[in-house]
């Protein structure tokens, strides 16, 4: 293939049937959010002896195994509340951003509400981010003249031009290597986790897509395209003007734009 975009595209449908065999989506259910706390040794211990004394009183129906049992219980709850309690000063404290934040978003009660908007008013509202804030209304019949006389109106530059160079094998594994296992998942629907364990033999063909890509003096369409994620401004979402638009890129044009970078 000499096409970049069709070389990207077989590249994911192989790699996406190769994930489809080894690791199927399974959908899951999260009843609630991860307590990392609940793992102390101390808790644990406790809660095994709460268990013991339940378990006893069930047996015996005696009222001061009862009260044996309820002492337990609330001397349980209270040490939980301290071990998270520390938990979270500890955390907070941390000089780790990353650590801290995905405390926040994981532990830290999230909003348990439901967004409701409907994503084809969403997708209208973001597409017309850049109407809104320049008050400018486009048209496709003067857009290639706008363009144009655009270009004309910028000063003229006596710096001499540059040549993007060829990537070398061992770029990109480098790159595909020190990829955040935690980025999310773009619209290519292929996660970090699944490259980085193959990144020796990922590596040579994304070389190839690269440099031809970079030949051709041209970004692949697949990594155009963005999954838009809408993040809450605050606990309060009445209308699209309450969200964020935040834009998941697939994690390989990343590894374009840092090595053109």
């Known amino acids: 293939m000499s ?44 809660k095994a002896e709460r268990d013991i004394l339940q378990n006893s009183a ?74 809104r804030t320049l008050g400018i209304t486009p048209s496709e019949e003067d857009e290639h003249e706008e363009i144009e006389k655009l270009i004309d109106s910028l000063p003229l530059s006596n710096r001499k031009g540059f040549d993007v160079r060829p990537v070398r094998y061992e770029e990109v594994l480098k790159e595909l290597r020190q990829l955040r296992n935690d980025c999310s998942t773009g619209p290519d629907q292929i996660p970090v986790k699944m490259l980085k364990p193959v990144a020796d033999i990922l590596a040579s063909p994304l070389t190839n897509i690269i440099n031809t890509a970079i030949e051709k003096h041209l970004f692949p369409t697949a990594w155009k395209t963005a999954r838009i994620c809408a993040i809450p401004k605050g606990n309060q979402v009445t209308n699209e003007q309450d969200l964020w638009p935040i834009s998941i890129l697939p994690v390989l044009s990343k590894i374009y734009e840092r090595l053109i970078y």
């Open 3 to 46: 096409d970049p975009d069709d070389k990207l595209h077989f590249l994911n449908r192989l790699v996406k049937k190769c994930i489809d065999r080894h690791a199927p989506l399974k959908r899951t259910k999260i009843t609630r959010p991860p307590a990392p706390w609940l793992k102390d040794p101390e808790i644990i211990k406790l």
């Open 58 to 131: 069930r047996t015996r129906k005696d009222d001061q195994k009862w009260q044996m049992f309820r002492n337990a219980r609330k001397h349980l709850k209270a040490s939980i509340k301290v071990a998270k309690r520390d938990f979270t000063q500890k955390l907070l404290s941390s000089k780790k951003p990353k650590e801290v934040w995905k405390v926040i978003h994981r532990i830290l009660h999230p909003n348990p509400k439901r967004l409701t908007c409907d994503p084809n008013k969403l997708n209208t509202f973001f597409a017309a981010t850049a109407e």
